[in-house]
């Protein structure tokens, strides 16, 4: 087997491992708040990727903090979402983002090219289709379009980010442990009760929260230490020894990987239709990505 083909294997691997994660936050949002699901999940991720903090320089560190913070608006409008919605519509919508770059460059007065009009085209007919099967657009749909926009915006800044990078697994690590931090002053400030008078409220919370980690620590270990940090360096490994537009067509199918796990995890089916507009938003995807400049900025950007 070539390196091509080993690369090839190993995103494909990595887009399998992705698409497990939207039924298994969609899982825990049952129990804990979306916040929760983010703070151990990124938790996890960075105790395994803090070798790479070690002697960091500056600038690493400085991308990572702003790109974390970034991240975790793109996480949290999607985990809330997933609390609403069914997994594998709340990962086809939110697999728009790779529209979005082009979109961005729309705004900034740049014609879109003819691949990214039918790029369009096709996911708007696709959204249709996935909605027609699965009931009207709701909030939760809502929450993982505005993540998707998230996740646009990050990819483009990440772009510009890691041209000047010195080490990309250290901005990397940086801006998974900015993430933790945000989801745990998220939680004090927003969910944690505080004040004198909520102290058995408190003590109440706090043992729900600790029994209930302790019941599903397979579930977030699974989420950060397998899906973000391990993941991670295989998707580098893999997309250094492949091209920007084979990576681009193999991600295109991590939403279809999410409806197949969440099929067999969730329960959760699609009928002819939604299938359909599954196909038509994965045509949208790869067509966007097809012959597009290199992006590896898309490298790193964990689900």
């Given at each position: 087997m070539t390196q091509q083909l080993r690369g090839i294997a190993a995103l494909i691997l990595v887009v399998l491992v992705w698409g497990t994660t939207f039924p298994a936050m969609k899982d825990l949002t049952a129990t804990f708040s979306p916040v929760w699901i983010i703070l151990t999940r990124f938790a996890l991720a960075v105790l395994i990727l803090s070798p790479f903090l070690w002697r960091a320089h500056v600038s690493d560190l400085r991308s990572g903090v702003l790109l974390g913070m970034v991240l975790f608006f793109c996480y949290l409008f999607q985990v809330e979402g997933l609390a609403l919605t069914s997994s594998n519509r709340n990962a086809f919508i939110t697999g728009l983002n790779v529209l979005?770059?082009?979109?961005?460059?729309?705004?900034?007065?740049?014609?879109?090219?003819?691949?990214i009009v039918l790029a369009l085209v096709l996911a708007v007919a696709g959204l249709a289709a996935l909605c027609w099967d699965g009931g009207a657009w709701g909030r939760g749909d809502t929450l993982a379009l505005l993540g998707a926009f998230c996740f646009g915006a990050y990819v483009?800044?990440?772009?510009?980010?890691?041209?000047?990078?010195?080490?990309?697994?250290?901005?990397?690590a940086a801006q998974i442990g900015t993430v933790a931090v945000c989801a745990a002053?998220?939680?004090?400030?927003?969910?944690?009760?505080?004040?004198?008078?909520?102290?058995?409220?408190?003590?109440?919370?706090?043992?729900?929260?600790?029994?209930?980690?302790?019941?599903?620590?397979?579930?977030?270990?699974?989420?950060?230490?397998?899906?973000?940090?391990?993941?991670?360096?295989?998707?580098?490994?893999?997309?250094?020894?492949?091209?920007?537009?084979?990576a681009a067509v193999i991600y295109a199918f991590e939403p279809g990987a999410a409806a197949f796990f969440g099929y067999f995890w969730l329960g959760e089916a699609m009928t002819a239709r939604g299938w359909l507009g599954a196909a038509l938003l994965i045509s949208g995807m790869i067509v966007s990505q097809w012959n597009a400049e290199s992006r590896p900025a898309a490298a790193l950007a964990p689900e």
């Open positions: 979005v770059v082009p979109l961005l460059g729309i705004l900034g007065g740049r014609l879109p090219e003819r691949r483009k800044l990440m772009e510009i980010r890691t041209r000047t990078a010195q080490r990309l697994l250290s901005v990397t002053v998220w939680l004090l400030l927003r969910e944690a009760p505080r004040g004198f008078g909520m102290l058995e409220d408190g003590g109440n919370y706090w043992r729900y929260i600790g029994g209930n980690l302790l019941a599903y620590w397979p579930n977030f270990a699974y989420l950060g230490v397998v899906c973000t940090a391990a993941i991670i360096s295989l998707q580098v490994w893999g997309q250094s020894r492949t091209t920007a537009n084979e």
